[in-house]
């Protein structure tokens, strides 16, 4: 028997491709909040305050984009296996 593959904008019940979007948009801007402010506090809290302090803002944001980044894959495979998510953004032109 086939999967039925649903995008998360409809499963939460956007219809629309506007609000689908705007929804969808928040929901990866918040996952890529809370992923970097959590490597931020596993970072003070393994390694110090001096050592951010010598990392600087360049380095730890590059490093904390790459791991947000880096652990989207699981997270979009979770939604994947456990919820039949097939595209996370969804507009006419293209799908995440």
Known sequence: MALTNVDLPYLVG???YL???VFSLVMIG???VI???LF???VLKVKGKEFLERWGMDRFSITAGLVALMLSLPAKMALRLLFNVKYVLVTPWINI
């Open 35 to 37: 992923t970097i402010s």
């Open 30 to 32: 918040a996952y890529f």
């Open 19 to 21: 609000w689908s979007a």
């Open 14 to 16: 956007f219809r629309d």
């Open 40 to 42: 931020y506090f596993f």
